[in-house]
């Protein structure tokens, strides 16, 4: 749990996968649309492999982060309906405390101008990380605080969710030796994409019947593997290719 978070996430999507080979989906799955969802998981999972190992790592070379840029825009470009990219939302703070949640882009249609959603996926319990933007509930039978623990930012014009610009500054407090707060993450970077706060996303996903109750639990002994959001992760693709929250 001392490695970087970056570090951490990528020895925790492998052993996720590794055990992913020990589920037989033909049988262990009940029907077709179970084992649609395990595939698209560990497909999302496989592809944020990949993404991590070609982000660069904090450095000055400003060359490696363009390269990495252009070739991640045309990965969102072509990203097809209903598939997912999973990502790091990582930065480093003025107390020099690292954070680091996780993020899921869609693409729903290819119909309408306003194709794609993202979604904020935050099981931290470290302060400051900004779980404090995702609303609370109680649990009327134990007493206990449970958090709305995604957010998502849906209808987002083709043109924003594939800006360049917006990426740089997505991924600069990951890449770059630069500071920066989960402020500026929820209420800067990704209002941006649809003109609208944290919050009111949240208020929009509530009138949902099916994200009334949507409130988690929080790991007890905080989530520094990364492993709890992972399965959140999980729980969103779930839900939106129909299956009940659970």
Not at 204 to 212: H, I, K, M, Y
Request: aromatic share 10%; charged share 25%; with cysteine.
């Amino acid at each position: 749990l001392k490695l970087p978070s970056i570090d951490r996430l990528k020895w925790c999507l492998e052993c996720v996968i590794t055990a992913s080979k020990m589920v037989d989906a033909g049988v262990e799955l009940q029907n077709e649309a179970q084992r649609t969802v395990f595939h698209k998981v560990l497909g999302a999972f496989k592809d944020a492999q990949d993404i991590l190992r070609v982000l660069p790592p904090r450095t000055e070379d400003a060359v490696r982060f363009y390269t990495f840029l252009v070739s991640f825009v045309v990965r969102v470009r072509t990203l097809r309906v209903k598939e997912y990219l999973l990502l790091p939302v990582l930065w480093v703070d003025e107390q020099d405390l690292e954070h680091c949640i996780l993020c899921l882009v869609t693409k729903h249609t290819e119909e309408t101008y306003c194709n794609y959603s993202l979604t904020i996926v935050n099981a931290s319990t470290t302060i400051n990380s900004g779980l404090e933007y995702h609303p609370p509930s109680i649990d009327t039978i134990t007493g206990e605080v449970r958090r709305k623990l995604s957010i998502t930012f849906r209808n987002i014009p083709d043109d924003r969710i594939q800006n360049t610009a917006f990426w740089y500054l997505f991924f600069r407090p990951a890449v770059c030796n630069v500071r920066s707060d989960a402020k500026f993450v929820y209420e800067k970077i990704c209002p941006f994409l649809t003109d609208m706060h944290a919050l009111s996303a949240v208020q929009a996903e509530l009138q949902d019947p099916r994200n009334a109750d949507d409130f988690r639990s929080l790991p007890q002994n905080g989530d520094s593997s990364l492993v709890y959001a992972l399965f959140e992760c999980a729980r969103v693709i779930a839900k939106n290719d129909g299956m009940e929250p659970i």
